[in-house]
């Protein structure tokens, strides 16, 4: 695969995801328009149109604020998803006494006017999309077996609103005994100190009020007979594209009219807490930062920034703080021209050597060098080791196959070359640190040159890639040509070069 297909495919698949879950359903949505009411059909006139203002627009934010959309959803799943049409309360009521069977499917029109559909993300907590409906109806039923148990002593202040359940619930929703186990979070936070909601709070419950999506059952998700199909789509990529629900092919919608556009209207202009809900909360005074206030700072930063990299330091130098004849002193005891002191060039190698043998040959040889005596032979005392140099340098690069100095073959039969990733003066420090630890005491240092003269000899092996046997170490029992150099010489232990005794 080239990276041409490679794109073409990442494009291909990503792209046709994002063109049927975005763009499609994008298009089929956007130019929604509200659906009037047939006079003869509906028996009134106006339009189907969610209220999406004042309050209910400030809750909305106060909602997705809170992450209420984490735990709530806001879809009364389509019978192909996962039917939620039984549940009684959740999808509208199976026998409200008004308008008998109120339950439906969530349509795209419900969402109308929202500038985000808080469709949400799981449900913890139950369904939220008729929550306004469900609090009426505990309210009414509350209010009327209050009704009952006063008697003639009930009267107005008595009733039970939707409202006040709400903000009880939102106060805690752990209260009362029965919802000991509730994990809605508590939004107290939303209530003053003496349990007055507050902006936010008198926002998000008329947010809530306003979710009543049980208008009356469609035609097109009645369990009554089916109409016939428009489309006969055989083919998957057509099914795809028509069977998206289309929002003009249900024009049978009766929404109640409480909480859409024409409140007011509708309730002859009566002041009731729903047209109120149509007025903007004077208690919520959080506004999200507009574009243009992040753009202004952007440029402010960027050209603040630009002026203070321009100025080089020059703006806060420290230049000023520094009194003019001012010398920075040596720390006490170190000499003018420190530099770390030169070491014999021996001591230098053999602590390299030290750290290559633990990465290399410790897991074979262990860090004693002794080996194990049954696999892995020992290296203090061996022959090869302290021998010639060439003989043990080629041990090292092509690895060995037994037996070994001593004439013994060990258990894991065959030792792997190690030559591989090592330069000149590693194996320069390897060799020497071998050959000068573990009771081993030859007292010479391979030079980077000899080092060099070992990997050439490995590389003009005839079989470079098998191990080398006592056999052909015959032909290497010499030392390694290349100039050598006293183990004395003092070198720097930082650049290893030749440094003046002090
Ligand atoms: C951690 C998950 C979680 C979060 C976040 C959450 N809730 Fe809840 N909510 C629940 C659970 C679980 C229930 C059911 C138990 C109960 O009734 O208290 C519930 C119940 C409710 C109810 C009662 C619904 C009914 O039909 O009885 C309302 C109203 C409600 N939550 C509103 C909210 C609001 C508003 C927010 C955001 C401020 C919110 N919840 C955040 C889990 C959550
Ligand atoms: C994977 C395990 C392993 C590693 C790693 C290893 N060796 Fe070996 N080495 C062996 C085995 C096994 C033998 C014996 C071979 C045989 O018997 O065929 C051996 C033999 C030797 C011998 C021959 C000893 C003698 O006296 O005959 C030397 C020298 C030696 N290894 C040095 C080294 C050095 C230096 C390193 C690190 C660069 C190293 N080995 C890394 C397994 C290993």
């Not at 106006?46 to 992450?67: H, L, M, W």
């Not at 107290?188 to 507050?198: Q, R, T, V």
């Not at 009645?222 to 055989?234: E, N, R």
Request: aromatic letters at 8%.
């Amino acid at each position: 695969m080239n990276i041409r297909t490679f794109l073409f495919g990442m494009i291909l698949t990503f792209g046709s995801a994002w063109l049927l879950a975005v763009v499609v359903p994008y298009y089929k949505t956007r130019e929604m328009k509200p659906i009037p009411y047939d006079e003869v059909a509906d028996e009134k006139t106006g339009f189907y149109f969610p209220k999406r203002s004042g309050t209910i627009a400030q809750g909305a934010k106060v909602y997705a604020e809170n992450g209420c959309y984490v735990c709530h959803t806001q879809l009364v799943r389509p019978t192909y998803a996962g039917n939620d049409i039984h549940r009684d309360g959740f999808a509208g009521f199976k026998a409200d006494p008004d308008r008998g069977d109120t339950r439906r499917e969530t349509i795209a029109l419900d969402y109308m006017g929202e500038t985000f559909a808080q469709i949400g993300v799981m449900r913890i907590g139950p369904d939220l999309s008729n929550v306004g409906t469900r609090f009426r109806k505990v309210a009414v039923d509350l209010t009327s077996s209050k009704k009952e148990a006063e008697g003639e002593a009930f009267d107005a202040d008595m009733t039970v609103t939707a409202e006040s359940l709400l903000y009880a619930h939102l106060q805690n929703p752990r209260a009362t005994v029965e919802k000991r186990w509730s994990t809605c979070p508590s939004s107290a936070y939303l209530f003053d100190e003496n349990g007055k909601p507050k902006g936010e709070a008198v926002a998000l419950v008329g947010y809530l009020m306003s979710m009543k999506k049980d208008d009356a059952v469609p035609a097109s998700i009645s369990f009554g007979p089916k109409p016939a199909a428009k489309w006969v789509c055989h083919h998957w990529f057509l099914a795809i594209f028509f069977t998206m629900s289309d929002p003009k092919q249900l024009p049978t919608i009766r929404p109640d009219l409480d909480e859409s556009i024409n409140v007011t209207l509708a309730h002859s202009g009566e002041p009731t807490s729903a047209a109120a809900r149509e007025n903007a909360h004077p208690g919520y005074t959080r506004e999200s930062l507009s574009i243009m206030v992040f753009c202004i700072c952007s440029v402010i930063l960027i050209v603040a920034g630009g002026a203070l990299g321009k100025a080089q330091g020059s703006l806060f130098s420290y230049a000023s703080t520094i009194r003019p004849d001012y010398v920075r002193g040596k720390a006490p005891g170190v000499a003018d021209d420190a530099v770390l002191p030169p070491k014999a060039i021996l001591d230098v190698y053999v602590k390299k050597g030290q750290s290559l043998y633990s990465a290399k040959c410790n897991g074979c040889h262990m860090s004693d060098g002794k080996g194990d005596g049954a696999n892995y032979p020992s290296l203090a005392g061996s022959a090869w080791v302290n021998g010639t140099s060439e003989r043990f340098s080629q041990v090292i690069l092509n690895g060995l196959q037994g037996p070994t100095s001593t004439g013994k073959v060990y258990g894991a039969g065959v030792m792997p070359a190690q030559g591989g990733g090592m330069n000149a003066q590693d194996l320069a420090f390897l060799m020497t640190f071998v050959r000068n630890s573990f009771g081993n005491s030859v007292g010479d240092v391979i030079s980077p040159e000899q080092a060099q003269a070992a990997l050439d000899v490995a590389a003009a092996r005839k079989n470079p890639a098998a191990p080398v046997t006592a056999e052909e170490l015959k032909g290497h029992d010499k030392d390694l040509s290349g100039a050598k150099i006293d183990p004395t010489t003092l070198i720097d232990p930082i650049t290893f070069k030749p440094a003046p005794a002090k």
